[in-house]
Every structure is written in C-alpha cells, then in structure tokens.
C-alpha cells in the first residue's frame, strides 16, 4: 500500500466471509500490475512477503529489512522470483480435475489428428480420386467441428469458482497466448473468432483481470454487431458482458444504463428480457437500492414460473437473489422459506453433495444467523462442511 496507494486485494465491496476467503485463496495482486517501474527486485521482495506458504516467505522482519537494505545498496537480494516450474505445479495442484482434463482432451485431440492423416492417406491411396478426397475432407470437418464444440463444453461449462485461488502470472501467460494466437489463426473466421474471444473474456473477468476482460468483450461485441447487428439477440447478449463488467469493476451506474438499454430493446422486440432483468435487479442490489431489486426479482421469478425453461436452475438462481435481496431488507422470514425452497429442490435435482446444493445450504445458514437461530445455523454450516 506504501508502494502503490492500493491494497493486494479489492475487498472494499467484500463482506467479511468473502474477504477472508479472497486473501486465504485467491493470489495478491502484483506491484507491477500497478505501476509498471516497480517490477524488479521490488516487486520480487513485496511478492515473497506475502506468500501464502510460510516455508516461502521471510522467516523474520529481519530477514526482510536485510533484503531491503540489500537492493538500496544495489546488491544481490535473496529471494527469487517463483519459478516457472514451481508456478505450473502450485496451478496443477489447485486444479487437478481441470489440468487433468486438459490433459486427457490434449491427448484425445493428438490421437485423433494421427488416426485422422492414417486414413486421409489410406483413403487417398485406395481411391486417389477428386471425389474420395471430398468425402473425406467432409468428414474430417465434421469430426474438428464435434472436437471443437467438445472443447468448448469443457471450457465453457467449468464453474469460475473451480479456477479460484490459481496462480494469476500462470494464468495470465496461458490466456495471452491464446489472444496472440486467435489474432493470427482466426483473423479470416469471425463467427469463430467471436465465440472464442468472448469465451476468453469471460475466463478473464473471473480473475479480475478488468483491462484484458474489457478488450476480448469489446471486441467480441464488435464483431457480433458487424456480424449480427446490433439489434440481434447475440449482440445483446454480447452488450450484457460488457454490463456484467462494469458491474465487477464498481462501475454500477454504468451497467444499470446499459442493462435498461438492452431491456427495452428485447421488450419492443416482444421478448421478455428475462436475463436483462436478473442482471438489473444484481446492479440495484448492490446499489443499495433493495426495493426496486426485489421488485424486479419478482417480475422475473413470476415469469419463469410461468414459463418455465428447460433448465430447471434458472429460477432457483433468481430465488436466491432474492432472498439476498430481502435479507439486506430485514426480511428475514421469507428470506428463510425462499433459501429452503431453493435447497430442497438443488438436494432433489442434483444430490446433497453439489457444489450448487452446498452453496445452498451455506446462503441459508447465513439467513438462519441473522435470524439468531445460532443452532440451526451452526447445524448447516457444519453439514455444508462435511460435504
């Protein structure tokens, strides 16, 4: 903070809970990220300091303050910056089941691409004919298009709360490679283009990296305007992106404006704008303005239920905010019945041990502590821990 005016994290806007949970598992933001001038030894000290691991750190203020004096006096300071090595085994051991995922569809992919030239040249060599090659030209596209659409599900379909606490310059060298490469591969394919760099929007916005979350999101809206024009359904759902990420940065005027821009737009296109409405009502919430979001929750939630879409979590989510929403209201009675609507029906659909179930169970003990209900809640949270 003396370095830069800024805390490692933005918790100004975290309840208590999800501050703790922030500094115990997510990676402090870097000097550098900061101010550019403080890369170097400074930020190589600061970063060693606030390791999560203890071995890492300084074992005393001494050790510290000797380092300090060290680069003051221009000379070698003992700590390191962390290797390579050590980044990819501390992100592998966070995230087992998605480095283990990516490693299986890798494999999977190279296989495929083998079996694949087998063929195209066995299949050239038996028939050696214009219309052999199409054929398999053909079939070869449609097996990239299954692979593609493969990966996409994977990527596409992994909770952000799977990647919390990864090493961010791991992260942020993986995801710049993808940015250069779809510049220079996709330049000719935008429809390809358009999906891929929302997608790596997305991932950045996840991890708070705002700036490149901005670029990949403006420039998918671009494209899908060019595209789609603006009028089009993909190019509102393109805008709600940019939405969601004023509404992460604090910028909640802003997205209120663009949220109300596209809800009127589906409403004179006949459509409902039901997705619109859940992001408003998020924006008012966090605004303060707890009245109007459960008015809109409420709009929402009647129209989901009646008609209802094929996935059944949709009103469940819109449920939840608005029991949130009546929790800040003292609306604590039937903040409570919603939340255990919610968890009966998750418990029902998905098992006791879903993350989405857990989660459930978590919100409601949250409720039943402000209720002062200290038992049931101390009975949950135990219940929410074990699973």
Known sequence: ELLTGKLPYTLDRAALPEAVR????????????????????????????????????????QALGDDIRRHLADEPILARPP??????????????????GIGAVLLTSLAGAGLATHLFLRERKAHAGERAARELAETQQKRAQKAADFLRSIFSGLDPRVAQGADTTLLRRILGDARERLAQELADQPEVEVELRAMLGNAYLEFS????????????NELTTKLFGADAPRAQASSLELARLHTRRGELRAAEELQRSILEQQQADGGGGLRAKRALADTLMRQGRYRE???TLREVLKAEEEH??????????????LAQTLTFEGKMGEARELMEQVLQARSERLGDDHPSTIAALGALAVVLKDLHQYADAEAALRDALEQ
């Open 22 to 61: 922030v500094i115990q598992e997510e990676e402090p933001s870097k000097l550098s990220s900061h101010d550019r001038e403080l890369r170097g030894d400074v930020e190589t000290i600061v970063g060693k300091a606030l390791e999560k691991d203890k071995t890492r750190r300084y074992p005393s203020a």
């Open 83 to 100: 290797s390579a090595a050590y980044q990819l085994t501390k992100f592998a051991r966070r995230n087992k089941i998605l480095v283990g």
């Open 209 to 220: 990296l705002f700036d490149e979350a901005e670029a990949e999101l403006q420039r998918a």
């Open 293 to 295: 979001s459960e008015q």
């Open 308 to 321: 209802p879409e094929s996935n059944g979590e949709v009103p469940l989510i819109t449920q939840m905010a």
